[in-house]
């Protein structure tokens, strides 16, 4: 799943799963939950029993990252 930093569509869901951003970083839902654990990596949000992850801080997130790489 190729993901870009622009706004999501239309087609894009507001809302993505633990699996669903592990697709996006290429790693694998536990190191999300683990990153989830420690306060690292984008915020999430507890929906019921699952946690969910708002696109556009996913892509707040990334610009922080790239930003920190840059420095």
């Given at each position: 799943?190729?993901?870009?930093?622009?706004?999501?569509?239309?087609?894009?869901?507001?809302?993505?799963?633990t699996?669903?951003?592990?697709?996006?970083?290429?790693?694998?839902?536990?190191?999300?939950?683990?990153?989830?654990?420690?306060?690292?990596?984008?915020?999430?949000?507890?929906?019921?029993?699952r946690?969910?992850?708002?696109?556009?801080?996913?892509?707040?997130?990334?610009?922080d990252?790239?930003?920190?790489?840059?420095?």
């Open positions: 799943m190729t993901r870009s930093l622009a706004a999501p569509s239309a087609a894009e869901p507001k809302f993505l799963t699996d669903e951003v592990a697709d996006r970083y290429r790693t694998a839902a536990s190191t999300v939950r683990y990153w989830r654990y420690v306060g690292y990596g984008p915020r999430g949000r507890k929906v019921g029993r946690v969910l992850y708002d696109v556009a801080e996913l892509d707040r997130w990334d610009a990252q790239a930003g920190d790489a840059a420095a």
